[in-house]
């Protein structure tokens, strides 16, 4: 799987993912105490969904375009608000998406004053895109470096409070097992610490071998969020979308529980379109 981000931006699975960044950013921000978010893989920031990458795919009309023009419940409205928002400050009033934020700039947009934000970038024109992004931004760090250094290197952050967001390209073999074992490495590190690992749902199998890898890990608290939008297709394909959440706070799963559905709603493409939230470890996981 490809997964130069330009030509996924704003999909099904951006809107999961950053629904989910959204609402941790904002727990955190309940206590007036200063916290850190770092994004192990940050890409480019912004990104033009008019440009001939976005255009060749389309994939945002279904995701991003289609929760934009959407009519949602009242309380799943209330829990979205933050991303939304987000995404509206990047586009004229009015004027409809035509442009889509990444993690760094999602996450940015939510902070308070004393919070800070670390992007880690390997890509070197990315890197230097996403530095310009920032640029004269003090609570930014943009830095080029191989995000799953960045799970050592970067570790406890000084603010002991935080999340880590781990969305890696899947353009290469062997990113369920840098997931398992990066995670493992980064909870020895800040074992108090927030992290949240996106992976992608196109062979079943390689998924259900990742859960239980994590479940095996030792780790005490593990929440895994599955979002498909359709039932498994004869030929690979991305049915759905994944997020594991490890420390996650305690409303987050009456949450999810009230936005899923909606967004399910919305986004879903057959009536085989499924979610669910399931504790992998810790709280109500199974034995």
């Not at 699975?13 to 007036?32: M, N, S, T």
């Not at 998924?207 to 994590?214: G, K, M, S, T």
Request: one cysteine or more; proline letters at 6%; a negative charge.
């Amino acid at each position: 799987m490809n997964y130069r981000h330009v030509y996924h931006a704003g999909n099904f699975a951006d809107v999961i993912k950053h629904a989910v960044l959204a609402r941790l950013v904002e727990y955190l921000k309940r206590k007036d105490k200063a916290f850190r978010v770092i994004d192990t893989h940050a890409g480019i920031g912004l990104y033009d969904l008019s440009s001939d990458e976005a255009r060749k795919t389309g994939e945002w009309h279904d995701g991003i375009g289609r929760l934009m023009d959407a009519v949602l419940p009242s309380d799943a409205a209330e829990l979205l608000a933050p991303y939304l928002d987000a995404v509206r400050s990047v586009n004229a009033g009015g004027g409809g998406v035509e442009k889509y934020p990444g993690s760094p700039l999602i996450a940015r947009h939510l902070l308070r004053k004393q919070d800070r934000l670390s992007a880690i970038e390997l890509h070197p024109e990315d890197a230097k895109t996403l530095a310009g992004l920032f640029e004269g931004d003090f609570q930014t760090r943009v830095t080029e470096l191989d995000g799953w250094l960045a799970l050592g290197a970067h570790l406890p952050p000084k603010e002991k409070r935080g999340l880590v967001l781990v969305d890696p390209p899947f353009e290469i073999g062997g990113e369920f097992d840098r997931l398992v074992e990066g995670l493992k490495k980064a909870h020895r590190r800040w074992p108090g610490g927030i992290f949240a690992l996106w992976y992608p749902v196109k062979d079943r199998k390689a998924v259900a071998a990742f859960r239980q890898a994590l479940a095996d890990a030792g780790i005490l608290k593990i929440m895994d969020i599955e979002f498909y939008i359709r039932p498994p297709s004869s030929e690979p394909c991305l049915d759905g979308t994944g997020m594991v959440v490890v420390n996650p706070p305690y409303q987050l799963e009456s949450e999810l529980r009230t936005m899923l559905p909606a967004l399910s709603g919305i986004l879903a493409e057959d009536a085989g379109a499924r979610w669910s939230v399931e504790w992998l470890a810790g709280e109500t996981a199974a034995s």
